[in-house]
């Protein structure tokens, strides 16, 4: 049984992963200590519902939207509270597969996209740059709610998920009604992403340099399916997936522009690959660490084996409401996948805010 409890104090002692390196990960940690808000405290009921109840979508559906046609599922009542719910790498739309209905039968519209490189969605344009930058993947779902005529949503992620869910909370806080976040603040920069960490870190991020080489990236088309379970594997070590679960998410990775997208966003976060000029200025707010302001949620499972931060580290960037939660009983990395009821309670809770 899944329970969510809170924690302002861990005894773990993980680095961050997904964005924050090095010395943006130094100065969160200075930044938590000294201007970490209080934690809630309250304890919510152990959760009732697990994984693996909601096997597909109603229906997909597709728009176009800035350089994308974005393919999307969607539940719930049209004129409900949006939620967008974001999901990471190597994971897709099917990590909501059950908070989605959860949500949606508590009156909210569920938005669940794929992002640039995954399942049904597509570039317009064959000259587009199959670009993986931090900021384009924000603006993505920024065209997504202007081509749905949504002004405000709230938005919520795990692994790049979160990280584009921070991104469009700083940036543009007017369209963002509230966050949950997995793993915290995941916003980062190229500049601290070259500087070196200890060893057992940069043991963690393997992959991040397999794909800084041609072999990584030959290797990772050519084995792709064999990569993410490798993957939910070890950042989920006590989740017990079935090979349906897995099947199901891989198909996503025959996206065509789904290696390239991979490939680049972890060579531009090693300062390997360019952005696009164009993001330019985004990158430069964002390479400040911006304080977030809406209202946050913040979660962590407490078996996650991805590289992570304690939330004290970064709980200092979040200056409005905020409550960081643990779900506890063996849950990992994809965590609205594996305990979808904790992260539908924290979209609740967040949006009450």
Not at 35 to 56: H, M, R, W
Not at 83 to 103: F, K
Not at 106 to 127: E, K, W
């Amino acid at each position: 049984m899944f329970s969510i409890t809170t924690e302002a104090n861990s005894d773990r002692r993980h680095f961050l992963g997904t964005g924050l390196l090095t010395i943006a990960a130094a100065e969160l940690a200075l930044m938590g200590s000294a201007d970490a808000q209080s934690f809630s405290t309250e304890k919510v009921a152990p959760n009732p519902i697990k994984s693996g109840l909601s096997t597909s979508f109603a229906a997909l559906k597709e728009i176009e939207a800035g350089v994308l046609n974005i393919g999307y599922a969607e539940a719930g009542p049209i004129h409900g509270p949006v939620v967008i719910l974001l999901h990471g790498w190597p994971y897709d739309i099917y990590s909501y597969a059950d908070v989605a209905p959860l949500l949606a039968s508590r009156g909210y519209r569920v938005i669940v996209p794929y992002l640039r490189g995954y399942g049904t969605t597509r570039f317009l344009s064959a000259d587009t740059p199959r670009n993986g930058q931090q900021s384009v993947v924000a603006v993505d779902i920024i065209a997504l709610m202007d081509a749905l005529k949504i002004q405000k949503a709230i938005i919520a992620g795990f692994d790049w998920g979160a990280r584009t869910a921070n991104i469009i909370a700083a940036l543009w806080p007017e369209r963002c009604k509230a966050m949950v976040s997995v793993s915290g603040y995941l916003i980062g920069n190229q500049d601290s992403g070259k500087v070196p960490l200890p060893p057992s870190a940069e043991l963690q991020w393997w992959y991040q340099y397999y794909f800084a080489t041609e072999r990584g990236r030959a290797g990772y088309d050519k084995y792709r399916n064999d990569f993410a379970k490798l993957i939910w594997q070890i950042a989920s070590p006590k989740w017990n997936f079935d090979d349906a679960t897995f099947r199901r998410t891989a198909a996503s990775f025959e996206n065509p522009d789904h290696v390239a997208i991979v490939i680049h966003n972890y060579r531009w976060r090693l300062g390997l690959a360019e952005g696009e000029p164009k993001y330019d200025d985004l990158e430069k707010q964002l390479a400040k660490a911006p304080v977030i302001t809406v209202p946050t949620v913040t979660l962590e499972g407490d078996a996650n084996g991805a590289p992570h931060l304690d939330a004290g580290a970064y709980a200092g960037k979040f200056s409005g409401w905020y409550a960081h939660r643990i779900a506890s009983g063996g849950v990992g990395h994809n965590l609205p996948q594996e305990a979808p009821q904790a992260f539908a309670d924290a979209v609740v809770e967040a949006n009450g805010h």
